[in-house]
């Protein structure tokens, strides 16, 4: 051995001693990281909170991290896309090397405020919205229905109404059960102001789920979307008190000491006078909506339970106008409408609803439901109301003395409204729910027998005058020297008295399978059958549906969805009532056929879990029945039938764009048009072959009969967008701020009591945010014992319309006697401050 070698020796010793020394002095974390289902996991990071050491597995799912051994404990943190982060401590004890086996598992928890997956794959096309959300969120209404509208597919035409439409379809297309008992809303509200509170009591709200589409057979008789609410099941005693300028409420919850007996109540009033003092016409508004409901259970055995919800509210709307003032037009021309008003109006919707719930359970795996419930609601619509008009130019001359004043006359004229509307309504409900799940399979049927009474007495007209003028009036011919006399003619008049019942019975059964394919991917599909038949017509409905998930395991963040079927809605009875009152005995029940395809994208920013959820749908309707909205109100062309279609896409992304609060934000876009049956109108022509107006039809020699065919139906919003936003004070989550953003591109309306293909005209934009600074002054930490007993205290600032934007919500069509017409908009709520206290107890 020479002297180099000897030296080589010595120096690969020392090192190797160093080498020693040094990871003596370190921890090594070394192992494997798999699916749940055993796959190797590539790129899965492997961090040190305290260090800030991290590293990656590589395509066998090893990984190592070296450590330095300063610390008893190590905290360390394993997160990779699609999947639950897990966050541990590891002892070392007297080992230097750990070695960990880890088994990541795909998001099983909730992102705050949406529920993302279950246990069981999810393939019913529902959202789950978080109850407490609601009771944050900034708005007029402040109910579940404000999240709603935030969501994709969803859009809304008033702040002052809760409802909404879902992907082309129009307020009487949305299904809501509390508890498994279907909701109805009043028949007589014609505009947001007159609607009072919701069914739905956000204090009372244990969980919410909707689907704006796709959903299963057991959800039976509206083509467009399904809100089914649970009320909570309390497990102590809490009572929840709130008042602000807009209104008060107080619930309370509790159970007894056994457990057997639970209840929970809640009683609401509501006015929205604070409201109602930014529209155009001033008066004096008299509203008062108020309710009390309550849910109670009692549990006779581990298997048998029996409950009662019970509703009953009081609604009464009143208002004396006294003036209003709009101004509209264009920049150049800006005209100023102004009316003078004698009369008043009187409104009141009363209603009651219970329903009695019988539950037994015999195994685990089988669940039956018997439900009786019963509704009744009884609403006046009375009004005498005249109104005389001045419609003049307004001096835009920046030098003029009468600038900013009408100075030219335009027309004049008064209008005469009346009305004495009475409905009635009941309808008693019988049905059986049933579940039985065995091994991968979940089946479940239903059947329901519902008896339906309405009382609906209509009667209501209106005249216009012009320069002295009734309209509509028959044109003169001058000179004539017997002129003829013409009746008297109203420009509306409606009267009837309706008197139906009806007999209603629909089944349903669905099959639910999950399973995994050979390389660990899961999937579910579900298959139903739904059957219906109402003896009004005799119309018997079957409507097969489906729905298909797929989890692949080769993308471990994505699943896709596809789902379809026939969605039929027998006609209630407002679908059944024609303009004028008249009913359509003959009518069928609309019909849509479905197809959707979503997927949900799992992924991590900020180290905090997002979700990014995506919908392409198209809607066939082969038979509809035309409609036309004015503010809230629903009038059907009953005798008429229409085919028609809806295609869109939706996007909504979610998560905490905030550490600890949630966030969403949802993009809509849709196409939805009709093709009324038997629509035509005819073009004439002169000799040159020029278009004439309808007055000059006596000069034409040519014409040609035009089909209009598909034309936008009234809730074709074609871009939609909305937001919901939460934040706090860095280091202060007792102050909050809330923001709910809503946009929406306008619909289409037209000239009152004119053919639906002149319906075509595009009202302006619909924009508005509301925002809410919420702040909690912890009362709890006081010393008072009483003060002791309050759990919280939030009190929260709310700004209405915060940029003041003037929304049209509707128009008023006036004509002069030269047969011209003005629309008028009918602006929205303007901005208002809210104060509102929230004390828990």
Excluded: C
């Excluded at 959903?215 to 809100?227: A, E």
């Excluded at 009635?424 to 039985?436: C, E, N, P, R, S």
């Excluded at 109100?633 to 998560?655: E, N, P």
């Excluded at 022509?685 to 006596?698: A, C």
Aim: aromatic share 14%; net charge positive.
């Amino acid at each position: 051995m020479n002297q180099l070698q000897r030296h080589f020796i010595i120096f690969f010793l020392m090192l190797n001693l160093f080498a020693i020394h040094v990871f003596s002095q370190n921890i090594i974390v070394e192992g494997t990281v798999k699916s749940f289902n055993g796959k190797s996991l590539k790129d899965v990071n492997i961090k040190s909170e305290k260090y800030g050491e991290g590293t990656i597995s590589n395509t066998l799912g090893e990984f190592k991290l070296i450590l330095p051994s300063k610390s008893p404990y190590i905290r360390l943190k394993i997160s990779y896309v699609g999947y639950k982060t897990i966050d541990t401590t590891l002892f070392p004890e007297n080992s230097n090397i750990i070695r960990l086996h880890i088994v990541l598992k795909p998001f099983a928890s909730e992102l705050p405020g949406f529920e993302i997956h279950n246990k069981r794959l999810k393939n019913q096309n529902f959202i789950r919205l978080n109850p407490k959300t609601v009771l944050v969120s900034p708005a007029v209404g402040g109910g579940v229905e404000s999240l709603i509208k935030t969501l994709p597919g969803v859009t809304s035409t008033s702040e002052l109404s809760s409802q909404y439409s879902v992907r082309g379809g129009n307020f009487d297309e949305n299904l809501v059960y509390v508890n498994n008992i279907e909701i109805y809303r009043p028949f007589l509200v014609n505009s947001g102001q007159q609607e009072g509170l919701s069914f739905i009591n956000p204090d009372l709200v244990g969980g919410i789920s909707f689907s704006a589409g796709g959903f299963g057979v057991q959800y039976g008789g509206k083509m467009s979307s399904v809100l089914d609410i649970k009320y909570k099941n309390p497990k102590k005693t809490n009572s929840d008190i709130y008042f602000s300028l807009l209104g008060a409420g107080i619930s309370t919850q509790g159970i007894s000491k056994n457990r057997k007996f639970t209840y929970i109540t809640g009683i609401r009033y509501k006015t929205n006078k604070y409201l109602l003092g930014t529209l155009q016409t001033k008066g004096n508004y008299q509203p008062n909506f108020s309710d009390f409901q309550s849910l109670l259970k009692y549990k006779f055995s581990e298997k048998f339970d029996v409950s009662l919800l019970a509703y009953i509210s009081l609604n009464e709307y009143k208002v004396i106008p006294g003036t209003r003032q709009t101004d509209f037009g264009t920049v150049k021309q800006t005209l100023r409408f102004t009316v003078y008003f004698d009369g008043a109006e009187r409104d009141k919707y009363n209603m009651a609803q219970a329903g009695l719930t019988f539950h037994y359970q015999p195994k685990k795996n089988t669940d039956l439901k018997f439900i009786l419930s019963g509704y009744k609601t009884q609403e006046s619509e009375t009004y005498d109301v005249q109104g005389q008009y001045w419609i003049g130019q307004i001096d835009k001359n920046p030098v003029s003395k009468d600038r900013g004043r009408a100075v030219e006359t335009l027309g004049v004229g008064t209008f005469l409204q009346h009305a004495r509307n009475y409905f009635d309504a009941q309808v008693v409900t019988v049905k059986h729910l049933g579940m039985y799940h065995f091994r991968n399979q979940i089946i479940r049927w239903g059947i329901k027998y519902q008896h339906q009474w309405v009382d609906d007495r209509l009667h209501e007209w209106k005249m216009n005058d012009s320069a002295g003028y009734s309209l509509p009036n028959p044109v003169d011919n001058p000179g004539d020297l017997n002129p003829k006399r013409h009746d008297f003619r109203l420009y509306y008049f409606a009267s009837a008295n309706n008197i139906i019942q009806v007999n209603r019975l629909s089944a349903y059964i669905s099959d639910k399978w999950e399973g995994n394919t050979k390389n660990g991917s899961r999937w579910a599909a579900t298959a139903g059958l739904r059957f219906y038949y109402w003896d009004f017509t005799g119309e018997k409905l079957i409507s097969p549906r489906f729905s298909l998930v797929f989890e692949p395991v080769f993308l471990p963040a994505w699943n896709f969805k596809l789902s379809g079927g026939i969605y039929d809605q027998p006609p209630f009875y407002r679908e059944m009532r024609g303009m004028k009152g008249l009913l359509n005995r003959n009518i069928h029940s609309p019909r849509s056929f479905q197809i959707l395809l979503g997927s949900d994208y799992r992924f991590q920013l900020w180290e905090r879990p997002f979700l990014l959820t995506t919908g392409i749908y198209y809607k066939y309707m082969p038979h509809i029945i035309p409609y036309e909205v004015d503010n809230i109100r629903i009038r059907y062309y009953a005798f008429q039938s229409a085919k028609a279609y809806a295609a869109g896409i939706d996007f909504k992304l979610y998560g905490a764009f905030v550490k600890g609060v949630n966030s969403w934000m949802s993009l809509s876009l849709l196409k939805t048009a009709e093709d009324i049956q038997g629509d035509r109108y005819v073009n004439y022509y002169d000799k040159s072959g020029n278009l004439l107006s309808s007055s000059d039809k006596p000069l034409a020699v040519d014409s040609t009969t035009v089909s209009p065919g598909y034309i936008p139906r009234p809730t074709d919003r074609r871009l939609s967008f909305a937001m919901f936003f939460q934040d706090y004070l860095p280091g202060h989550k007792d102050f909050k701020v809330h923001l709910r953003l809503i946009y929406g591109t306008g619909l289409p309306f037209g000239p009152p009591d004119s053919e639906r293909y002149k319906q075509t005209l595009r009202m302006p934009d619909y924009k508005r945010v509301d925002i809410g600074f919420s702040w909690n002054p912890l009362l709890k930490k006081s010393r008072s014992p009483w003060l002791k007993k309050i759990k919280s205290t939030w009190i929260s600032l709310e700004i209405f319309n915060l940029f003041q934007v003037y929304n049209t919500i509707s128009y008023i069509w006036i004509k002069d006697i030269q047969n011209r017409q003005f629309a008028i908009p009918n602006y929205l709520t303007t901005r208002r401050v809210n104060l509102k206290v929230r004390i828990k107890f």
